[in-house]
């Protein structure tokens, strides 16, 4: 690190809560939390809310819930109720007045009061003469009291190294003076951020590529503070499989669409740490202790990440089939209609899905038939090959003679005396005697009113021999 930087490694995300929490946000705030422990530094996190019209607090309080739900949390920050809470630029404005003053009484930035109609048109006339639009400095040799603060941008170039992407180069004579605060009392976004870095003296900016153009204005005005410049990473865009960048007119893109749907934690930290990252080998399954000891900025990627969602569903599916069956029935919970089910069947109910989820929500529909009284299915749902309706009344009649005497109610016992109900017919109808679908496929569209479900022995045993009569009923009703 340069001399007049922190030695110690202080990162920041700096979220502003003016909408639901982006996954990308989600994925900047896990690099910066995953370089800090690693380097044994420290983790902020800093609202951006100095934009009062659109900032709310119930988009604070969701980055708060959401960040801590995926297990990343913050090393400082005022207390709220024993907890770390974030910064916010709103309750800095002090700090920044200070700062505004100086570079005023400097002659480093000024006062403008041009007409917001008179800056358009000027602007409109360099775009028809092929120039860029900038600011044409009418006020900087003005001794205006009043009106927004302009910095002074001269015509220079500013490099600057980036870690994931090298030498990085700007021209700033096509810039022209930037407005830096509407007002003493309102900064904008480039300032404070400057001011706020400096102070907390974060060693690391490590965000989006999108910022990759507002960090040669901030260096601008960190020279003219007087403060030192952090060591810069901006790290790829998410996009879309047609790589473009990722919007919500192609799917979802607020991290609590994808809590809500039951994605778990642990799938999209391992996940998203992958959009961008390549950790040189095979390996695709990380946890957090090892990706902390593993990650690295300079094994970031500069292109863009394909958010895949066919990966996070197999991810997420991996992490659902390592969960304990009581573990996961408790996840699912809110997935589930209102029921008065006891907890071990519930349990079985979850167990006989298990292998088969890839997001704890797919549980609604999947196991819906358990909860309800009577199941509606197209007839022909029933038929397996070349049967009949006669064929298939006679198998649904076997089968309810057949559970009727069953004592010892088990998918066990189930499953032998059904698989011997299955050989007798398929000898009394010429069937193949190795394919016991005759009989056991109508039985369990019947149980489950479903082309694919767990057999049918797991279903009867969770319905119990009652619900599981009605429905062979209700089934031969149908034919």
């Given amino acids: 690190m340069k001399k007049d930087q922190p030695k110690k490694v202080r990162v920041r995300l700096a979220p502003s809560p003016t ?16 370089f800090a422990k690693q380097h044994n530094g420290e983790f902020l ?76 048109a000027k602007r409109q006339d360099q775009m028809s003469r092929g120039l860029a639009p900038k600011y044409d400095g009418t ?9 927004v603060i302009r910095f002074i941008v001269h015509d220079k170039k500013i490099v600057f190294c980036d870690v994931i992407r090298g030498d990085v180069a700007f021209d700033m004579g096509l810039l022209g003076d930037m407005v830096i605060a509407k007002s003493l009392e309102e900064p904008l976004f480039h300032f404070v951020v400057v001011v706020d870095d400096f102070l907390m003296q974060i060693s690391h900016v490590i965000r989006g590529e999108d910022h990759l153009s507002n960090t040669p204005r901030q260096i601008l005005l960190q020279e003219a503070m007087g403060f030192y410049q952090p060591i810069y990473a901006h ?3 998410f996009l879309n499989a047609d ?11 607020a991290l609590k669409e994808y809590h809500d749907k039951g994605y778990l934690p642990e799938a999209l930290i391992n996940f998203m740490v992958l959009l961008g990252w390549n950790p040189g080998t095979e390996k695709e399954i990380f946890s957090l202790s090892e990706l902390i000891k593993e990650f690295s900025l300079e094994k970031v990627q500069k292109s863009g990440a394909i958010f895949n969602i066919q990966r996070l569903d197999f991810i997420n599916g991996f992490y659902i089939r390592k969960k304990s069956v009581a573990a996961l029935t408790k996840l699912c919970l809110p997935f589930l209609p209102d029921n008065d089910f ?25 196991a819906d038939f358990f909860f309800k009284e009577t199941l509606q299915y197209d007839k022909h749902l029933l038929k397996w090959k070349e049967m009949q309706d006669s064929d298939i009344k006679e198998a649904l009649l076997l089968c309810d003679t057949t559970v009727r ?11 032998k005396e059904l698989f011997a109900a299955a050989e007798k017919f398929n000898i009394q109808k010429g069937y193949p005697l190795q394919n016991k679908g005759y009989l056991l496929w109508p039985l369990r569209v019947a149980l489950s009113g479903k082309q694919a479900s767990p057999g049918p022995f797991e279903i009867a045993e969770i319905l119990g021999k009652e619900k ?12």
């Fill in 19 to 34: 909408g639901p929490v982006h996954i990308g946000t989600a994925r900047t705030a896990l690099y910066n939390y995953l």
């Fill in 45 to 120: 996190i800093r609202i951006e809310d100095t934009d009062k019209e659109r900032s709310e607090q119930k988009w604070t309080d969701e980055i708060i819930e959401q960040l801590h739900w995926l297990g990343i949390d913050w090393d400082e920050g005022p207390d709220i109720g024993g907890k770390f809470g974030p910064y916010k630029q709103s309750q800095r404005h002090d700090m920044y007045r200070k700062y505004l003053e100086k570079l005023l009484e400097e002659k480093k930035a000024y006062y403008c009061n041009c007409k917001p109609e008179d800056l358009e």
């Fill in 139 to 147: 006020c900087r040799n003005k001794h205006n009291t009043s009106g």
């Fill in 235 to 237: 790290i790829p865009l």
């Fill in 243 to 253: 790589k473009s960048k990722m919007s919500k007119r192609q799917g979802d893109v």
């Fill in 342 to 366: 006891p907890e071990k069947t519930l349990e079985k109910i979850v167990g006989a899905y298990q292998e088969r989820l890839k997001k704890l929500s797919d549980i609604t529909e999947m």
């Fill in 405 to 415: 005497e069953i004592k010892t109610w088990n998918a066990k016992n189930l499953e």
């Fill in 468 to 479: 599981t009569l009605k429905r062979i009923q209700d089934a031969i009703r149908q034919l």
